[in-house]
Structure formats: structure tokens, C-alpha cells
């Protein structure tokens, strides 16, 4: 395992995800500054996620044919100058536009991190990419309370200077992680239809898992401060429990991730959907310590399977790794974030807590997929390694 590369791959998912998670604590002032109804206000809550997920899989494809850092560090450099931004904004359109520029940037860093990061854990390819994604859960737990005191300190158009530590974490990405750069030719590289050949069925039960599993997660972190409004939590409260479930789901994803290179890739994703179907439940079946205790091994359960998805994708399709996992990391959240909308409507229809009930036995489905996997994911053809399989062992 190459420590320092994948330390500083993990880094810069921290300092993405943190800014990328700027918007949402302060957009009740966005919408005061800037006399915005509340369905603008969601469309734009919705263009990040968007663009992410639209653009990652062109990135991911971008990322095997030219092999190196470049979208590690241009990514990261785009979220963070414009979600600092955002405060600066004079109208919605300008703000729409910054946000675009984030989702896009979003998008860049994913599939050439998560790649360089996988072939940075050799043979411990699970714990290595759960530790890339405790990274990036640890960033989005801490982002809002990141902006809140900006803002706090320095007032909205201030919160801008909070680019500078961030820029300066870009700098040293700049100047310490080094991946050998290699523009794979054309005809060198596997194409799209060899790289996928003979696991067409696995990938779609991954990216059928992966989005179930995403959309049950939204709609807990979406509709869980709505249902402890409804029981009268204060909204610090509905805060604090969004910052339990991110850190606890950052620790499920290691513990899951390492546990599957000692078992195996499908028993780790069924094992936690079994398991945090009935914590789920319990969480809004409760109160007090009680549910929150239950709501941090729920996010650890459902959670737990998040890199251990991603690497089986790696490992189906070793050629087009980045490729592979920005279909599950970027299409596939992006479509949860689509059936999510349809979400909202059931909650207005059938009541928010029956409608987190039917969200929560989700992840049951999962878990019939998963067994449909085969036992041991492993390459079912000769490809080239993933990227940097081989280059990046150098050094």
C-alpha cells in the first residue's frame, strides 16, 4: 500500500467534499439576500448534484485515457474557489452559475481520485477506498459547521476569505502527491465494449445496489430534520444528527471495507443491508440518546458497503477503472437523486415518518441483489491493469 499517496488522495476528498457542503447551512441567508421563492431555492440545491452526475462518467472515461493528477487537482480547486463564492453572488444567476462550476468540478476530482486511490491500496483495494471515502464523509460533516462559523465571523460576502486555507490544502496536493503521468494511446486502451465484456449483468446489479443504497441515504440526511421539526427539535438539533450520521457512515465505510478484503465483496454489501433495515426503523420508532445511538449504526450499516460497491466495480472492469467507478459514484447517485423528487411527493401524500418507513426497507432489496454477485469479484477477462495499476507502483 502506497501510504502517502493515498493519504493525500483522501485529503483532497475531504477539502471537495467539505466546500461542496457550503450551500445548504446557508441558504435560509441566500434566500433573504436574494428574494428567492423556495422552488428556486431548490433547483439550485439540485445543480450541483446535477452536473456531478452527468459529468462524472465523461470524466471517468477521461481519467483512463490520460492517467495522472491533472483532475485530482483541478476538481478541488473549482469546488473550493466557487462554493467560497457563493455568499458573493448578486442574484440567482450568478449563484446558479457558481454552483455549476462546483458540480462540475465535483465531477473532475471523483473518478481519477478514486482510481489512483484504489491502485494505491494494492491488495488492500476495500480498506484503501473506504479510507478515501472517510475522507470525503468527514468533509461533508464538518462543511456546514465550517461555514456557519465563517459566516458568523466574518458575515456572508466575508465567508469568502475561507478559500484560503482550502487553496492552500490545493498547493499542497501541488506540491506532494505525485502520480507518473501516462497518456494511454487509443489503441493501447481497452475499449468501452472489451472492458465491459461478460460483466454486463454484475455491473448492473452494482449500479441497481448502488443507487437503492443512495436514495435510501437522501432520504434520511433530506427528511430526517423534517421529522424532528415535526416533533418539535429544534433545527441545531436536525444539524447535529445529519454531523452523527456523516461521521458514523464514515466509520461503517472503513470497518465495511476492510472487512470485505477479509470475506468477501457481495457478503459485506448484504450483511449491511440486513443489518440496518431494523436500526432505521428503530431510529424513528424512538427518542432521546436511544435514537441516536441507533441513528449512528444505522448510517455505520448503511454505509458500510460504499467502497466495497466501488471497488467491486473496480475490480470488474481492471481496464476502465475510472470509468467503472463513476457510473456507480456519479450516474447512479445521480439517478437516486432523481427518485428522490418522486419521494417528496409520497411523504406529502402518505406523511413524512411512513414515508422514511418505506425508504428504510430499501436497502432489503439490496441485499437479493447482492447475492446475485458473484461470490469472488474478480476480473472475468485479460485487461490492463486499473489505472496505474502498474505505473503508479513506481516510486
Not at 122 to 138: A, C, E, Q, V
Not at 148 to 175: D, E, N, T, Y
Not at 328 to 355: E, Q, T
Request: hydrophobic content about 55%; overall charge positive; proline content about 5%.
Amino acid at each position: 500500500m502506497q501510504t502517502s499517496r493515498l493519504a493525500l488522495a483522501t485529503f483532497g476528498h475531504f477539502l471537495n467534499d467539505c466546500y461542496s457542503a457550503f450551500l445548504t447551512p446557508i441558504l435560509p441567508l441566500l434566500i433573504s439576500q436574494l428574494s428567492l421563492s423556495l422552488t428556486m431555492a431548490s433547483g439550485l440545491v439540485a445543480i450541483p448534484a446535477i452536473m456531478s452526475s452527468i459529468c462524472q462518467p465523461l470524466y471517468g472515461m477521461a481519467s483512463d485515457r490520460v492517467q495522472g493528477r491533472f483532475f485530482m487537482l483541478l476538481g478541488p480547486a473549482l469546488t473550493i474557489i466557487c462554493m467560497s463564492c457563493i455568499g458573493l453572488a448578486p442574484n440567482a444567476v450568478f449563484l446558479g452559475f457558481l454552483l455549476l462550476i462546483a458540480g462540475v468540478g465535483t465531477a473532475a476530482f471523483h473518478p481519477q481520485a478514486v482510481a489512483v486511490a484504489g491502485a494505491a491500496s494494492g491488495d488492500r483495494k476495500g480498506l484503501g477506498i473506504s479510507l478515501f471515502g472517510f475522507g470525503g464523509n468527514l468533509g461533508f460533516a464538518l462543511g456546514p459547521l465550517v461555514i456557519i462559523g465563517a459566516v458568523q465571523v466574518l458575515g456572508l460576502k466575508g465567508s469568502a476569505f475561507i478559500a484560503l486555507p482550502g487553496c492552500f490544502g490545493v498547493w499542497l496536493m501541488i506540491r506532494y502527491l505525485h502520480v507518473p503521468y501516462r497518456a494511454v494511446e487509443r489503441a493501447q486502451m481497452a475499449s468501452l465494449k472489451t472492458a465491459f465484456e461478460g460483466v454486463y449483468g454484475s455491473m448492473s446489479l452494482l449500479f441497481s445496489i448502488a443507487v437503492l443504497r443512495e436514495f435510501t441515504r437522501l432520504a434520511v440526511v433530506t427528511f430526517l430534520p423534517i421529522y424532528l421539526a415535526l416533533k418539535g427539535s429544534s433545527l441545531l438539533m436536525g444539524g447535529v444528527t445529519l454531523t452523527l450520521f456523516s461521521l458514523a457512515g464514515a466509520a461503517g465505510g472503513m470497518i465495511g471495507g476492510s472487512l470485505s478484503d477479509i470475506w468477501n465483496r457481495k457478503g459485506v454489501i448484504a450483511l449491511s443491508g440486513i443489518i440496518c433495515v431494523p436500526l432505521l426503523l428503530g431510529v424513528f420508532r424512538t427518542d432521546g440518546w436511544v435514537s441516536m445511538v441507533l441513528l449512528g449504526l444505522s448510517a455505520a450499516a448503511l454505509s458500510a458497503a460504499h467502497s466495497v460497491i466501488i471497488a467491486s466495480a473496480q475490480e470488474l472492469v481492471p481496464a476502465r477503472a475510472g470509468t467503472a467507478s463513476s457510473l456507480v459514484m456519479g450516474l447512479g447517485w445521480g439517478l437516486a437523486g432523481v427518485v428522490l423528487i418522486g419521494f417528496g411527493s409520497l411523504a406529502d401524500l402518505i406523511s413524512v415518518p411512513r414515508a422514511l418507513d418505506l425508504a428504510a426497507l430499501v436497502p432489503l432489496v439490496t441485499v437479493a441483489l447482492a447475492w446475485a454477485l458473484p461470490t469472488g469479484i474478480v476480473p472475468s477477462h485479460d485487461a490492463k491493469p486499473p489505472m496505474g495499476g502498474l505505473a503508479l507502483q513506481e516510486g
